[in-house]
């Protein structure tokens, strides 16, 4: 394996889980983690109000979970189910109905009643927690907790659970089609020396002995695998970015040993805003601010929360993932895990299996952030330069209701897909208000990969669905095989998927439509044909 796809792999890291579901059947509580089953589908997340208080001697956390509902449709003697993952445990289970049973089940709890549910009924359930949480290995790739030092030897502490789910240390309902609508505040309570970081904006802070809280608030929906507390020596700077929408508060968070080093690489953060806004709309979380925070591990796209730990360089620690030097122009993590603010945050997959909506956006984010900031040249070049990264192992898309995420490909190809579909649209204005309109139109919710494709398909005018099809659901690259005689060109599509409608352009602009039939056009020379290298295809000389 090249040192390129050695970085991926490690970074994409859902191969392992995904290998299982290859190779066994999926079972009942693959189920019922991944899937909205009974249990779930008659209520809907409206509020969390969490608590935490790590130990870092202990490695343990304990804390409470107010989960705030509404209930989705009449229903007599619900079960209600609530995700906290073994070994954590929940000490005490309360509501404002009443309950008649509570079981503890491996990593959930079913939560029994005997009442008539009624449509647009609120509730709560009130769960204290506590225990010792799974500690990450290698995180942000595995789930848990870290427990670690700063170079100082202060405590330094933090989660990572996008994979495994929130409810490696959280309980909640753990389902990524439902999000808290109304947001979340969340207590962080520390040693009186440390600083508790959380999401959204610090509203409070209050001195408890030799303990401190951080009150922290989301306003809009979060998705739960962003709810994530950092907890270290930190200091804070703040700046201000004037955007679509207004003032938007940039507050910076890190170890207060790298102070000079951040303030300088964070510079980067408004000219990325800036090419973002232009390609996407407005930040989606103006009310939240934007947050970076320093963390033990290389980084993660917590909603108004981004973990970043980079060590302060360009490109991905020190690297660059296209192989072209491009990528080191710029730091990899503020620039990918920002990008997932718009599509993994603001647009949120309801299924894992469709997990690409997260990583294919915002692997090309970086593709249209060098485009803007460097020249369409450049961004050309970074992205045909991640090619060398795609493995076409298995297909893009997982496999559905069970917490299961596709190829890793989902990074270099799922960004080369859109990248072609770009060049099919062929016209960047047309795209750009695409990528605008699909983050206004799906504003803070849950979306299917189907509603993506249809989008994408209707506002381009284009009938795009062959082309999601032969990327997202095979590992076949269309290859075109052609030759050449004189200025006759013939030439056919292998390799695809029946009917596939990939129009291509020639380096000079002359259009072909291949299909699996043989053709044959004119070209306008005879000298050797030259194709356009932006279509993720492949071409056979014959």
Do not use: C
């Not at 040693?191 to 009150?215: F, R």
């Amino acid at each position: 394996m090249s040192k390129k796809l050695l970085l991926l792999s490690i970074l994409i890291s859902g191969v392992s889980q995904a290998q299982f579901f290859e190779d066994a059947k999926p079972t009942k509580i693959d189920t019922l983690k991944g899937s909205n089953t009974e249990f779930r589908n008659f209520w809907d997340v409206k509020k969390y109000d969490i608590v935490v208080e790590p130990n870092f001697e202990a490695k343990s956390i304990k804390g409470s979970n107010k989960i705030s509902l509404t209930i989705k449709k009449d229903i007599v003697n619900p079960v209600f189910q609530i995700d906290l993952q073994s070994p954590m445990k929940a000490d005490k289970i309360t509501a404002s109905f009443p309950i008649v049973d509570k079981k503890i089940d491996g990593d959930f709890i079913f939560i029994s009643t005997k009442k008539n549910f009624k449509k647009g009924e609120k509730y709560t359930i009130d769960i204290d927690y506590s225990g010792n949480p799974v500690i990450a290995k290698r995180a942000p790739w595995d789930g848990g907790w870290i427990f670690t030092k700063d170079k100082n030897g202060n405590p330094w502490m933090t989660a990572t659970d996008e994979g495994i789910g929130a409810s490696i240390w959280l309980p909640v309902k753990d389902i990524w089609s439902d999000e808290p609508d109304n947001g979340i505040t969340f207590k962080i309570i520390t040693p009186k020396d440390l600083v508790g970081v959380g999401n959204g904006k610090l509203i409070k802070e209050e001195n408890l002995g030799d303990k401190k809280s951080w009150l922290w608030e989301v306003k809009s929906p979060i998705n739960d695998y962003s709810i994530i507390p950092s907890i270290g020596k930190y200091v804070n700077f703040k700046d201000t970015f004037d955007g679509e929408k207004g003032k938007l508060d940039l507050d910076y968070w890190v170890l207060d040993y790298n102070l000079d080093k951040a303030k300088k690489q964070f510079e980067q953060v408004k000219p990325m805003m800036k090419a973002f806004e232009h390609w996407f709309g407005p930040y989606p979380f103006y009310e939240d601010s934007y947050k970076l925070v320093e963390s033990p591990h290389l980084g993660m796209e917590h909603q108004s929360n981004v973990a970043y730990g980079n060590k302060y360089q360009n490109g991905y620690l020190g690297r660059d993932l296209s192989g072209t030097g491009i990528g080191l122009k710029w730091d990899y993590i503020i620039i990918h895990e920002t990008g997932h603010e718009w599509f993994a945050n603001n647009i949120t997959a309801k299924d894992q299996a469709d997990m690409w909506i997260h990583e294919s956006f915002t692997t090309y984010s970086e593709t249209l952030f060098v485009d803007y900031a460097f020249g369409k040249a450049d961004g050309n070049k970074y992205l045909q330069g991640l090619r060398g990264n795609i493995q076409n192992d298995k297909p893009i898309i997982g496999t559905y209701g069970i917490r299961n995420e596709g190829s890793g490909d989902m990074y270099p190809k799922g960004a080369n897909m859109i990248h072609t579909i770009r060049q099919v649209i062929n016209n960047d204005e047309k795209f750009r208000q695409i990528l605008r309109g699909i983050n206004k139109d799906f504003y803070h919710q849950t979306v299917t990969t189907e509603q993506i494709e249809k989008y994408f398909s209707e506002k381009s005018g284009i009938d795009l669905s062959s082309i999601f099809n032969q990327y997202l659901r095979t590992v076949k690259i269309p290859t075109l095989e052609y030759k050449q005689n004189g200025n006759q060109l013939t030439y056919k599509w292998t390799n695809v998927i029946p009917d596939l409608k990939l129009p291509i352009r020639l380096a000079d602009g002359q259009e072909l439509k291949p299909t699996e039939k043989e053709q044959t056009t004119t070209l306008k020379s005879d000298k050797p044909v030259d194709f356009d290298k932006n279509y993720y295809i492949n071409y056979s000389k014959q």
